[in-house]
């Protein structure tokens, strides 16, 4: 696994195929709150990049010109978040995408597992370290733990999407998958404007 560390912004000129897999660290879990530190990326030919962000940055044109790139396919585990993120860091939408949370959802519906761990774990077959998560992202300086955790965070996205694709076709529920991707934008904008907690959807 090959791991490239930019500060601020990705290289210009980088290109990522149709598919890339993202992920983000954070100083927290509330975006009104806690900054976004950290976009790791990968297209999944083994290598990853990871941008780190500054704090009080709001600019970072090339990531941004990918992350609203129509013609490529973001893939996230948990999109709801980091887009979430995303969307407040750097006032951008991202679409199109897709969420291996929500695919596990809708086809493993005999667990109430669907963290990326677990998922690895079945699908997959072996264990990844999740250590590093509640660590200091916000650091200067990341330390070769937290750098490689980053990496391993999002590597195997592309590899989990396969795996869920076969299930939902199987159960015939990949159009329900796709409508449910392209709601994910909306309910970033949903949980920005407040309603993050709540179903607007109940009686």
Not at 83 to 91: K, W
Request: charged share 25%.
């Amino acid at each position: 696994m090959r791991t490239f560390l930019h500060q601020r912004d990705l290289p210009d000129g980088f290109q990522y195929g149709p598919v890339v897999a993202i992920d983000t660290e954070t100083m927290g879990l509330n975006h009104a709150r806690d900054r976004l530190c950290l976009v790791q990326l990968t297209s999944g030919d083994g290598r990853t990049d990871l941008v780190q962000i500054m704090r009080g940055q709001t600019a970072a044109p090339n990531l941004v010109s990918l992350l609203s790139d129509p013609d490529t396919l973001k893939l996230f585990h948990y999109a709801r978040f980091d887009i979430t993120v995303l969307r407040v860091t750097f006032d951008v939408i991202v679409a199109p995408v897709y969420c291996t949370k929500v695919a596990s959802r809708l086809v493993r519906t005999y667990s109430d597992q669907h963290g990326l761990k677990a998922i690895v774990q079945e699908l997959l077959g072996f264990e990844i370290n999740k250590e590093e998560q509640s660590s200091d992202w916000g650091a200067k300086h990341l330390t070769e733990k937290q750098i490689k955790y980053a990496a391993s965070d999002v590597i195997h996205l592309h590899a989990i999407r396969k795996e869920l694709d076969l299930r939902l076709e199987r159960e015939g529920r990949a159009g329900l998958a796709k409508a449910c991707f392209e709601f994910l934008p909306f309910r970033a904008e949903l949980d920005i404007a407040g309603w993050g907690n709540q179903d607007i959807f109940r009686h």
